[in-house]
């Protein structure tokens, strides 16, 4: 099993950055992918952007790409979000996933994964 931690979170102005934080730990060997999710208040979760740990491979949603920037660190079994020129519509509650599964590719799937963080707040005020 993994254990993750997002921090990172909080307040920011329209067009600010933050950069999301999420440490992994328990058997991390066997991970597959890791992504970032986000749910907002009255909606479903939704993928933000995913990364293929055995080939660095990275994938974003339309809305957030060009602006969002997804990596990770090996030695520290860290997953990161650059979050750039950040909108009002991006204000959720950001969650960290990791899955073992390589059948789902690393896909932008809520269902591809099964292991969550407990989240951290971005709010973006306009």
């Known amino acids: 099993q993994v254990q993750l931690v997002e921090s990172g979170g909080g307040p920011v102005q329209s067009g600010g950055s933050l950069r999301l934080s999420c440490a992994a730990s328990g058997d991390t060997r066997k991970t597959a992918c890791m992504g970032w999710f986000r749910q907002a208040p009255g909606k479903e979760r939704e993928g933000v952007a995913t990364f293929n740990v055995a080939y660095g491979g990275t994938d974003y949603v339309d809305s957030v790409m060009g602006r969002f920037t997804i990596s990770r660190d090996n030695t520290e079994n860290a997953l990161y979000l650059q979050m750039n020129n950040l909108k009002p519509e991006d204000s959720a509650i950001y969650y960290c996933?990791?899955?073992?599964?390589?059948?789902?590719?690393?896909?932008?799937?809520?269902?591809?994964?099964?292991?969550w963080g407990q989240g951290t707040q971005v709010t973006v005020s306009s």
């Open positions: 996933a990791a899955s073992y599964d390589r059948r789902w590719n690393c896909a932008i799937v809520r269902g591809a994964y099964n292991y």
